[in-house]
């Protein structure tokens, strides 16, 4: 199957129609595009119009990779680090193709430590990211090596996924049940507090940036006539987040861009992933179109 290459990342394509593009920067997926009913195509994540995609900053949209911190950073090891650490905003290396069959295609991007990353963040590492495209699902996939003999390395990691969706009218399930951390609580202890999801399913029709705890695996966002399943492994909690009027202070993100999105985001934010010297942890995202 096609895959086409630029200096600045690599368009995979299935013979159904569907596409995905990749950058380079930050390994960042940007577009996913699935044909409909109709079998026109149909663009299945969120970029902002105002996204720099030049390499400037992290692209706000499509899928960014969070690694090793989520949010501020909290952990020792960590304090040089900015929001979300560094893995999406470096530049990512093309490996090789995985695959490239009936059932679909696949590439592997490659980071490891270089001087800019040694100067904030001492611990060795190697990630590879395998990307793949079937007929109407995307996977991606995570891995995280840690090369040392001696040392463990302790992390965090997300898949920051902006889903195109009409924000007012769209369900995430299943959450009812699930501890979470509302991270729009205006005090610490608020913020730090965990709460019990009770609705059987949770919209954003309110400023929301919720930390669900050990949820399922398996989600679902749905709206009329559209929808994603999203699966998930060893990402063990899912981030909900929408910022609805609060997103107008977003700089590179359009007035009513918070309109056109929500963020459900698989990852292990919840604590640490130790992994031992010379071991590999994988976390995965599969995304499936269920409707439209």
Not at 32 to 49: C, D, H, I, M
Not at 104 to 118: F, Q, Y
Not at 131 to 140: C, F, G, I, K, M
Not at 277 to 286: D, L, N, R
Request: proline share 7%.
């Amino acid at each position: 199957m096609p895959i086409d290459q630029t200096k600045d990342g690599i368009t995979l394509r299935h013979p159904s129609g569907s596409s995905v593009d990749i950058l380079f920067y930050g390994a960042t997926v940007v577009s996913w595009k699935v044909p409909n009913e109709t079998t026109q195509l149909a663009e299945r994540l969120f970029v902002s119009s105002k996204a720099f995609t030049d390499g400037s900053k992290p692209v706000r949209g499509g899928i960014p990779v969070v690694f090793p911190c989520f949010g501020a950073p909290t952990h020792p090891e960590h304090a040089k680090l900015s929001q979300h650490g560094f893995a999406r905003n470096e530049i990512w290396t093309f490996d090789k193709v995985v695959m490239d069959n009936e059932a679909g295609v696949s590439v592997r991007l490659l980071l490891d430590p270089n001087p800019r990353i040694a100067s904030i963040y001492a611990k060795s590492f190697h990630l590879a990211y395998v990307v793949t495209l079937a007929a109407h699902q995307l996977s991606t996939d995570l891995h995280v090596d840690n090369p040392s003999t001696t040392e463990a390395i302790e992390f965090q990691a997300l898949l920051h996924t902006y889903i195109r969706a009409p924000a007012e009218d769209v369900r995430v399930t299943p959450l009812q049940g699930l501890s979470y951390y509302d991270k729009t609580e205006a005090d610490e202890l608020a913020r730090a507090t965990p709460k019990i999801e009770t609705r059987s399913e949770v919209d954003v029709k309110k400023f929301t940036d919720s930390v669900y705890e050990n949820g399922p695996l398996a989600y679902k966002a749905t709206w009329p006539n559209g929808g994603l399943e999203i699966k998930a492994r060893q990402f063990k909690d899912v981030v909900v987040w929408n910022p609805q009027e609060e997103g107008r202070k977003i700089a590179d993100m359009e007035t009513d861009g918070w309109k056109h999105y929500i963020c459900v985001e698989p990852g292990f934010v919840r604590g640490f992933v130790s992994l031992e010297p010379g071991k590999t942890w994988i976390g995965q995202q599969v995304l499936t179109v269920i409707q439209g």
